[in-house]
T-cell receptor
């Protein structure tokens, strides 16, 4: 049972445009959501997170939106840059008391390619 | 930022060999470390969670006698794949989380294990 799903295996975007990566989840107990970026032969790098008490969190070019009723989150990157080309994983966890990250359940990843 | 070092990055060995993989947090104390396994084109699957000084908690379906985890200090956890067989060939990756609430997991660069 895939509790976290990234239904788009790949996304291609022109430099300067917006990249929108989507993620759906089924477990209503999840209350923390994270996005990681992964280059080949490297481990995932933490990008941005959001708590279920919020619906938006922004950090520079990266914004994560959470729609709890739809059990959907998205990562917006604007403007997109060629260096953003990587695999993006969303992950979810059930925290304790809303203050910590528990074990993560990952989506399958989306390959983002940003063309110059 | 937080740095997690994983060693070795690649191992090729004969069937029946035991292989040890190290995961170190270089600039923070990792109260909790996680071990994941990733099959081709699939998401990261959590194998076990270890807290410093206590026994690891294994996910369902993961053989604890096959995958020995030791978290002896706040900066080091090891995963030993005992009597490895070709079906154990995979990409193994660790992550570490520091003290305090709201700390994301930081990942090592992974170990590609190939059993001949």
């Amino acid at each position: 049972d895939q509790q976290v799903k990234q239904n788009s295996p790949s996304l291609s975007v022109q430099e300067g445009r917006i990249s929108i990566l989507n993620c759906d989840y089924t477990n209503s107990m999840f209350d923390y959501f994270l996005w990681y970026k992964k280059y080949p032969a490297e481990g995932p790098t933490f990008l941005i997170s959001i708590s279920s008490i919020k619906d938006k969190n922004e950090d520079g070019r990266f914004t994560v939106f959470l729609n709890k009723s739809a059990k959907h989150l998205s990562l917006h990157i604007v403007p997109s840059q060629p260096g953003d080309s990587a695999v993006y994983f969303c992950a979810a966890s059930v925290g304790k008391g809303g203050t910590s990250y528990g074990k993560l359940t990952f989506g399958q990843g989306t390959i983002l390619t940003v063309h110059p | 930022g937080a740095v997690v070092s994983q060693h070795p990055s690649r191992v090729i060995c004969k069937s029946g060999t035991s292989v040890k993989i190290e995961c170190r947090s270089l600039d923070f104390q990792a109260t909790t470390m996680f071990w994941y396994r990733q099959f081709p084109k699939q998401s990261l699957m959590l194998m076990a969670t270890s807290n410093e000084g206590s026994k690891a908690t294994y996910e369902q379906g993961v053989e604890k006698d096959k995958f020995l985890i030791n978290h002896a200090s706040l900066t080091l956890s090891t995963l030993t794949v005992t009597s490895a067989h070709p079906e154990d060939s995979s990409f193994y990756i660790c992550s570490a989380r520091g003290r305090g609430g709201g700390q994301p997991q930081h990942f090592g660069d992974g170990t590609r294990l190939s059993i001949l």
